[in-house]
């Protein structure tokens, strides 16, 4: 049958708008809304048949039932639930009436057209409605992640608008020791704060082991520039508490949920976040970023360099140093997980590489000795043996006990040499 004659079997039946109409051929023809479409199918069959063309109103409609003519009324709704919040990209779904489904089966079987014929309801919907939102709020519809997704429940009556997060990347550097990397909540009291009525003895009713951390250092200014309900820290690894994060510092991302306002000033945020922390944290080069920056973040496992500040229980010299060192230096290193991490860590022994060492004699039994080596090298252990579970080891090649006394990270390497945003932010 040609398209005429689907369409008069249609309007045959009687009752159904020019939405419905032409949503039935929205795969035969293109350029024009279905509206237009079942006019224009509805005016042509008029013609023809010398016959008034027979308009329907929406609300008169037994396949809408009314919700093809409140594209509008639905947009200023979804528009409203999003007022005073930036965003310029959104995203419009449809759940509607089961009734309204069926409805469109009958349509299409009373009409001997197949099940699938033409354009779904909720595709007409999501379009027409969404179209109007861009011309409300001024946003631009995004299939992949949109700032904004709406929820149109015609079944409900309700809009529902969930606001993606906003992303923050930049590089910190942490100048003291004692700081971990993200909240560290008390074993004790499991992050509450209190033991029965009491505050927790071992946080001091804190909730957390250290009272401060880079993630609460950071986050918090983003969370309140942005206007957000919370905030995530998310870092390109991470040094121990007790070692410093130097140098050029080391990538994160800061996640924002739910924020109302994205377009904010980073290098004013730069210097909110650097008052805050007062010289024990500073961050550089933020700028904002896309979801997919949280996970090139966190599977970022390129090289690092490390200075070490190493005591010895006996006396060493220069040249048992130096020796020592040219065997460290390009070695495979053999490590079973650390005594000291090994009650949260899988315990498996690891292949790491050490690109380079270098190294100076301070007096017989301290040395400064930098380590530049693959992501995930434990240096503390390098250096120690940790009872025989690094191998080789600085101790062990000495026949001295050896110990770090102070760690700094000085840099963040990407896989082929320095770290370079602008490539990274690229991936």
């Known amino acids: 049958m ?104 009958m349509l299409r079987e009373e009409a001997g057209l197949p099940a699938d014929a033409g354009e779904k309801f909720n595709s007409e919907f999501n379009r027409e409605v969404g179209k109007r939102v861009g011309a409300i709020t001024g946003g631009e519809v995004d299939f992949g992640r949109p700032d904004v997704q709406f929820l149109l429940d015609l079944a409900e009556d309700e809009v529902e608008a969930d606001i993606n997060s906003a992303f923050v990347y930049g590089r910190y550097r942490k100048l003291e020791r004692g700081i971990p990397q993200t909240k560290w909540p008390c074993s004790a009291c499991k992050g509450s704060g209190r033991q029965g009525r009491e505050p927790c003895p071992e946080c001091d009713g804190l909730g957390y082991r250290y009272p401060e951390s880079v993630e609460q250092l950071t986050a918090p200014v983003v969370e309140d520039v942005m206007d957000g309900v919370d905030s995530v820290f998310h870092g390109a690894g991470r040094e121990d508490v007790d070692a410093r994060m130097l140098g050029t510092g080391r990538p994160f991302v800061i996640e924002v ?101 270098d190294g100076e004699l301070e007096h017989s039994r301290a040395a400064s000795i930098d380590v530049h080596g693959a992501g995930g090298l434990y240096i503390k252990e390098l250096i120690s043996s940790d009872e025989g579970r690094t191998k080789p080891s600085l101790a062990g090649l000495l026949g001295v006990d050896a110990e770090v006394s102070a760690l700094d990270v000085i840099r963040v390497d990407g896989e082929d040499g320095p770290f370079e945003d602008e490539e990274f932010l690229r991936e």
């Open 2 to 105: 040609s398209v005429l004659e689907d369409a008069r079997a249609i309007i045959a039946a009687g009752g159904v708008c020019d939405a419905c109409l032409g949503r039935v051929f929205a795969d035969r023809s293109h350029g024009l809304t279905n509206r237009e479409r079942g006019r224009s199918l509805r005016i042509t069959i008029g013609l023809e048949d010398d016959e008034e063309p027979g308009f329907v109103d929406p609300d008169e409609c037994w396949v809408c039932e009314g919700y093809c003519g409140a594209f509008e009324a639905w947009a200023e709704r979804a528009a409203a639930a999003v007022e005073g919040t930036e965003f310029e990209t959104y995203q419009v779904g449809t759940r509607p009436p089961a009734l309204i489904e069926e409805n469109e089966r």
């Open 257 to 357: 949920e739910e924020p109302r306002r994205r377009n904010v000033d980073t290098d004013r945020l730069e210097g909110d976040i650097n008052s805050f922390a007062e010289g024990k944290v500073e961050v550089e080069g933020l700028r904002l970023a896309e979801h997919g920056m949280v996970e090139r973040v966190k599977r970022h496992d390129a090289s690092k360099t490390y200075n070490a500040q190493v005591t010895f229980a006996d006396d060493i010299t220069v040249e048992e140093l130096h020796d020592a060192l040219g065997e460290l230096d390009g070695a495979t290193i053999k490590q079973e997980t650390p005594q000291r991490v090994d009650h949260r860590r899988a315990s498996k022994t690891r292949t790491r590489e050490v690109y380079e060492v």
